[in-house]
């Protein structure tokens, strides 16, 4: 023993030990949870605001629809139904909320989606 006197430091590690790797398994699904819940927020706040634009797209398509039947000033309304407004679409296609709710128009002619946190 006289010889090696750090032999304790230089034992031999050919790899982990499962406390080790008990604990790096630990730590990645920390960072999982975590990262996880934030791609739903994220992703929920993206369908949300494409709602939202469809729906301004809707309102500008309406405003053309009035201003094509209000040729004369006692013509003038607005769309009764939302299928009347895909002339005005792009491809004439109405858009769909991409959280399955559905675009209704108001008395008003203001045109809002079905969910409650997606009206603008």
């Not at 090696?4 to 982990?16: A, H, S």
Request: with cysteine; aromatic share 8%.
């Amino acid at each position: 023993m006289p010889g090696k006197p750090f032999n304790f430091i230089l034992k031999d590690n050919r790899g982990l030990t499962v406390i080790e790797l008990v604990i790096v398994i630990v730590i990645i699904g920390i960072i999982a949870a975590i990262g996880s819940a934030k791609y739903i927020d994220l992703s929920n706040a993206a369908k949300t605001s494409v709602c939202k634009a469809n729906q301004q797209n809707l309102m500008s398509a309406q405003r053309f629809y009035w201003i094509s039947v209000s040729v004369d000033p006692g013509d003038a309304h607005y769309a009764a139904s939302i299928d009347e407004l895909a002339p005005f679409m792009k491809d004439n296609v109405i858009p769909d909320c991409p959280v399955n709710g559905t675009y209704q128009i108001l008395p008003d002619g203001i045109i809002t989606c079905t969910l409650p946190d997606h009206k603008i």
